[in-house]
Structures are given as C-alpha cells and as structure tokens.
C-alpha cells in the first residue's frame, strides 16, 4: 500500500497506531482493497520520494468501511455522485506493526522481483494498491531481515 510521506507516512502511522485507508478512487486499487481480510499484513511503501521503498508494515483491522470523504465536499476525494444510500468508495482500517531500519528501496526490488511476483516493479504503475502472494512476501521480509 502506498502514499506519500509528507501526506501520511509510516511515521504517522507509528504515532497513530490505527489509520483509515481512505481517498482510494482507483476502481482496480478499491477491488484490491476489498479482498483484503482482517488480520493480512501489508507492506507501507513511500512513494514519490528519492528512493522510494518499502518502509513498513500494517495490519488489516476492519474491511469494508465505508470512505467518509467520498461525502465531504471539502476534501480533496469527495465524489459528487456518491450518496449515503449508495457509496461507491470503501476503505479499511490499518494497525501499525512496525517500522523496518532501513528502506528497501525501488531498484533492489527491481533487482530482486519480476513484474509477475510484485507488481509495484512494473514501469508506469501507479496503482496504491497491489496484492504481494504470500512467497514474495516471506521473501520480502527475508530482504528487510538481511
């Protein structure tokens, strides 16, 4: 799951402890989202930075929350034809496990995955949301362990 980190980053997740994934307004990245089930681990990648990289990780809490800025005709995500008998933007609540000590940066995974087994190394995505199968996972987890 990414975001930036000047907008909220693993360090607000840390001081929060629990976070709704909100603002998704990307119908792939939402369908992705809602396959999620309470208790999958979730890598926090920063993006939009130099490296970015995976930083973190999450836990999922609750599935199937309806996105309160979808109504909010303040916020930066409000959609003018969601309606409160029909919302069309769900989200989920995170839970900080922790924070890795170092970054793995963008290229190491480049370097180290193919675009089937992650698919945040694929060129030109830009999706927020991506499932990692559980294999690249433990290898993941075996990189941020080296």
Not at 17 to 45: C, E, H, K, P
Request: proline share 7%; aromatic share 10%; hydrophobic share 40%.
């Amino acid at each position: 799951m990414k975001s930036e980190p000047d907008v909220y980053g693993i360090d607000h997740l840390a001081r929060e402890q629990t976070t709704l994934w909100d603002g998704i307004r990307n119908y792939q990245a939402r369908n992705f989202m809602r396959s999620m089930q309470v208790g999958d681990q979730a890598f926090f990648y920063h993006s939009n930075i130099k490296p970015p990289g995976i930083v973190g990780l999450m836990e999922v809490l609750e599935t199937g929350l309806v996105d309160p800025s979808q109504f909010d005709p303040d916020s930066k995500y409000f959609d003018p034809s969601a309606t409160q008998d029909a919302p069309r933007w769900d989200c989920v609540r995170l839970g900080y496990r922790r924070s890795f000590p170092h970054l793995l940066s963008l290229d190491t995974l480049r370097d180290s995955f193919t675009t089937d087994e992650l698919m945040v190394v694929r060129r030109g995505n830009r999706l927020s949301i991506m499932p990692v199968p559980e294999a690249t996972a433990l290898r993941l987890l075996a990189l941020l362990a080296a």
